[in-house]
């Protein structure tokens, strides 16, 4: 069996921890450990994959530069604070240094990749595999020399329909059985530099990349957003560079603030829990701003309101939970049925139905963080402002209503008990904007719903006897999300009723020692199979313990949550503690936007130094 034969019949699906990610703040790429982009959607996250073999075979698209010995120890991180990711590869024979990243700041879709030679010979492997429209439309390729004023190269375009690709290098590979492949040696000294770049097909290629300049130029305004961070509490390495994903993750011209880079990977290997978050949910996008507001940033609030006021403007009647990374409103659910799925994983899904549901805790989450921004300086427009009193009275006309909850149930509509004390969140943060900063509303109207609705999840979402709030009205289940009653301010975190909803928690929904979102054998979702803990829940747990005063557990838990990152500081959705392994969507949003949430109350109840505790 020839080389590319064995590794095109490879099917074991790479780890999710094994991935790196790499952004433009447009978009993002995800690279294993071994040197292969199984994943990327060009020019935005949401747009259909050109390499999917994350999602099923190297047959669906992949770029991969690698060692040709399989035994190669390989190493790796990013510069600095930066998603420049450098990659270091030692066979028997030599070690070799990647360079991977896709440069921010000028407005195109490039991937780059640079080998140098460090010690010795390596013989490496290229392989180009682009397969648009998730790995379904194989492109004409064809080989082409690209004519300039200074210089000319021999390139080589992928087309199909609307989308186009180039690739350029020293040496590009040559074309077999669909494939573009090569195999060729790097010695110590010796430079080999590619790029793919995506365009319009209807548009003229770009000209190639300054390599030394744009790769200076990335680490540089990476490195310059980290530095506007305040934080300076424990933990700040992981907080770091969990801002900086939580950077990646927002598209830089819309404000957009996106989920997760991917869809699809699995809540349970094998199982349908499959879901597409490569879209911006409000709650998401809200929780993420408040950790960014918790270190300093106020600026990337603003963009994110205009995009807010944007995405939602029309009939408060019409407000969705989410939309697409530039507001659009269609997010239409499809299975694509020839792809097999991370792990044999299916349906693999693009689009989300959730679109749909009605999530009463939304506008909560959003208002909470919009007080956050004013608390800090940021001022509002008469627009702004106009569009959260609309919500607010919209809200007060339907806040009795049931919903799908926090975690997009999709079985009978509940009175969750979560999504009921964000109602009340949207009433006091609406409150305090009138009674803290001049904002004109009808307050007392506001300030007596305010008051019904806490009467109401203290009586009907409390149960007496177990001195624990419950998931719904209808049952005596805790849910994870009630570790967040404290951080809103519903109760104080050593209230008697806090501290035996934590008590519940880590009765009910502990798993080797990590928290469930709830207990998925109550059939309260709607769908079959399990899940693993949440790694959000977790980090919710530890600000639950800091604001109960139980700074030792929450210390020894945020120890272990992360030390659960992979060796360049990324966190998945969720982790399986018996296989030792990420599962879930990656990066994801919410495992890293609560890290920062954890190590901001950590921080805060230990009394280190940081903004929130000065």
């Known amino acids: 069996?020839?080389?590319?034969?064995?590794?095109?019949?490879?099917?074991?699906?790479?780890?999710?921890?094994?991935?790196?990610?790499?952004?433009?703040?447009?978009?993002?790429?995800?690279?294993?450990?071994?040197?292969?982009?199984?994943?990327?959607?060009?020019?935005?996250?949401?747009?259909?994959?050109?390499?999917?073999?994350?999602?099923?075979?190297?047959?669906?698209?992949?770029?991969l530069i690698a060692p040709a010995d399989p035994d190669a120890v390989?190493?790796?991180?990013?510069?600095?604070?930066?998603?420049?990711?450098?990659?270091?590869?030692?066979?028997?024979?030599?070690r070799v240094r990647v360079t991977d990243l896709m440069p921010l700041g000028d407005g195109r879709s490039d991937l780059l990749r640079r080998i140098e030679g460090l010690e010795g010979t390596v013989r490496m492997v290229h392989e180009w595999t682009v397969r648009f429209n998730y790995g379904r439309t194989?492109?004409?390729v064809a080989r082409h020399t690209d004519d300039r004023e200074d210089r000319t190269d021999e390139i080589i375009t992928a087309i199909a329909g609307p989308d186009m690709l180039v690739l350029r290098g020293a040496r590009l590979p040559h074309a077999r059985d669909g494939h573009h492949v090569d195999e060729f040696d790097v010695s110590a000294g010796e430079t080999f530099t590619f790029s793919t770049t995506w365009f319009r097909s209807h548009d003229e290629i770009p000209p190639p990349l300054r390599v030394r300049a744009r790769i200076r130029e990335t680490i540089a305004r990476s490195e310059g957003y980290a530095a506007r961070s305040d934080y300076v509490g424990p933990y700040a390495e992981a907080v770091t560079r969990s801002l900086l994903v939580l950077r990646g993750l927002t598209h830089e011209q819309t404000g957009g603030i996106v989920a997760a880079a991917t869809t699809s990977l699995p809540e349970e290997f094998g199982g349908e829990r499959n879901w597409d978050y490569r879209f911006c949910w409000l709650r998401d996008a809200a929780l993420t701003l408040e950790a960014l507001l918790g270190c300093g940033y106020v600026e990337e609030t603003a963009l994110w309101r205009d995009w807010l006021l944007r995405a939602v403007a029309g009939d408060p009647e019409d407000m969705q939970i989410m939309y697409r990374v530039d507001g659009g409103r269609d997010l239409p659910e499809r299975v694509l049925e020839h792809l097999p799925g991370y792990a044999a994983s299916r349906p693999v899904r693009v689009g989300n139905a959730a679109v749909d549901q009605r999530q009463t805790d939304v506008l909560g989450e959003v208002l909470i963080s919009l007080d956050h921004a004013r608390s800090r300086g940021l001022e509002e427009t008469d627009d702004s402002w106009?569009?959260?009193?609309?919500?607010?009275?919209?809200?007060?006309?339907?806040?009795?209503?049931?919903?799908n909850g926090l975690w997009e149930i999709r079985g009978p509509l509940r009175h969750f008990t979560h999504s009921r004390a964000m109602v009340w969140a949207a009433f006091d943060r609406a409150i305090r904007a009138v009674e803290q900063h001049g904002l004109d509303g009808p307050v007392e109207h506001w300030r007596e719903l305010r008051d019904q609705v806490r009467e109401e999840v203290l009586t009907k979402g409390f149960d007496p006897g177990r001195n624990t709030f419950v998931q719904h009205y209808d049952t005596t289940e805790v849910d994870a999300s009630l570790l967040t009653l404290?951080?809103?301010?519903?109760?104080?975190?050593?209230?008697?009723?806090?501290?035996?909803?934590?008590?519940?928690?880590?009765?009910?929904?502990?798993?080797?020692?990590?928290?469930?979102?709830?207990?998925?054998?109550?059939?309260?979702?709607?769908?079959?199979?399990?899940?693993?803990?949440?790694?959000?829940?977790?980090?919710?747990?530890?600000?639950?313990?800091?604001?109960?005063?139980?700074?030792?557990?929450?210390?020894?838990?945020?120890?272990?949550?992360?030390?659960?990152?992979?060796?360049?500081?990324l966190l998945s959705e969720e982790y399986d503690p018996i296989g030792k392994r990420m599962v879930g969507n990656f990066p994801q949003a919410f495992s890293h936007l609560t890290l920062v949430g954890a190590a901001l109350a950590l921080a805060k109840a230990t009394g280190e130094a940081t903004h929130e505790a000065r």
């Open 1 to 63: 069996m020839g080389r590319h034969t064995r590794l095109m019949s490879e099917h074991v699906p790479t780890p999710i921890e094994d991935y790196a990610v790499l952004g433009d703040l447009g978009t993002a790429a995800l690279v294993s450990r071994r040197g292969s982009v199984d994943w990327l959607c060009l020019p935005r996250f949401d747009s259909r994959a050109c390499f999917s073999a994350l999602l099923g075979t190297p047959e669906h698209g992949r770029w």
């Open 74 to 94: 390989t190493t790796r991180r990013y510069v600095g604070n930066s998603f420049v990711l450098e990659t270091i590869h030692e066979t028997s024979t030599g």
């Open 138 to 140: 194989r492109p004409w």
């Open 386 to 403: 106009h569009l959260q009193r609309a919500l607010v009275n919209h809200l007060a006309e339907h806040w009795e209503e049931a919903d």
């Open 486 to 569: 404290s951080s809103i301010g519903l109760v104080d975190g050593d209230d008697p009723r806090m501290l035996g909803t934590i008590a519940a928690v880590e009765s009910d929904l502990m798993r080797e020692g990590l928290v469930m979102r709830y207990r998925t054998d109550t059939g309260v979702d709607g769908l079959s199979g399990d899940e693993h803990p949440f790694l959000a829940c977790s980090f919710w747990l530890v600000t639950a313990y800091a604001r109960a005063g139980m700074t030792t557990e929450a210390t020894e838990l945020m120890d272990r949550l992360v030390g659960l990152t992979n060796d360049v500081g």
